[in-house]
């Protein structure tokens, strides 16, 4: 495989600057020009130590989250998943959002993935993804505005939610994150 292509040089950056701020996301514009002299301004949502998404495995079941999902206006199925606050490492934000989130710790992390992106052409977010095993229950009050519920999904039912065309497991980090875990156990 030749990778090559991604070693070339990025286009130059000729200016930056905030264009839109929220208590959430703020929005930077980047002046470009590319190696060819072609010049364009893209957009990119900026933020954060970067985030961890946890996948419960309790040696028979995972056990996934039904959570609000505001870009679909309804319930997600998917996993544990929040920022890494500021002077935290990834292991310790994925046992601390396993804990606010689902009420368990975790005495196993595996790092599936040192990162993981989505939509890396305007967005800024790195994601560290850890399976999680040896679950105890602990549970520490976070800032979900209610209870998230668990759905237990034994091994062959997470297959299913692989390779199903008409899977309710649709977000593409959870997707991705399943198989790795799958892979993992020795399961696929």
Do not use: W
């Amino acid at each position: 495989m030749n990778l090559s292509a991604l070693k070339k040089n990025p286009p130059q950056i000729l200016g930056r600057r905030k264009h839109k701020v929220s208590r959430i996301f703020t929005v930077e514009e980047l002046d470009l020009q590319f190696s060819n002299g072609t010049k364009t301004v893209y957009e990119k949502i900026c933020g954060g130590s970067g985030a961890v998404m946890c996948i419960p495995f309790d040696g028979t079941h995972f056990l996934l989250s039904s959570e609000y999902a505001c870009g679909l206006e309804g319930y997600s199925l998917g996993f544990v998943k929040g920022k890494i606050d500021k002077g935290e490492t990834p292991e310790e934000a994925a046992v601390r959002e396993l804990e606010e989130e689902i009420g368990f710790g975790a005495k196993r992390l595996t790092r599936l993935r040192r990162t993981m992106t989505v939509a890396p052409g305007m967005l800024e977010l790195k994601m560290h993804v850890f399976l999680c095993r040896d679950l105890y229950p602990c549970k520490l009050t976070g800032d979900e505005p209610e209870p998230i519920d668990i759905i237990k999904v034994s091994i062959e039912e997470a297959k299913n939610l692989l390779f199903d065309v008409d899977s309710p497991l649709m977000e593409a980090r959870s997707i991705g994150a399943l198989a790795l875990s799958l892979h993992e156990i020795g399961a696929i």
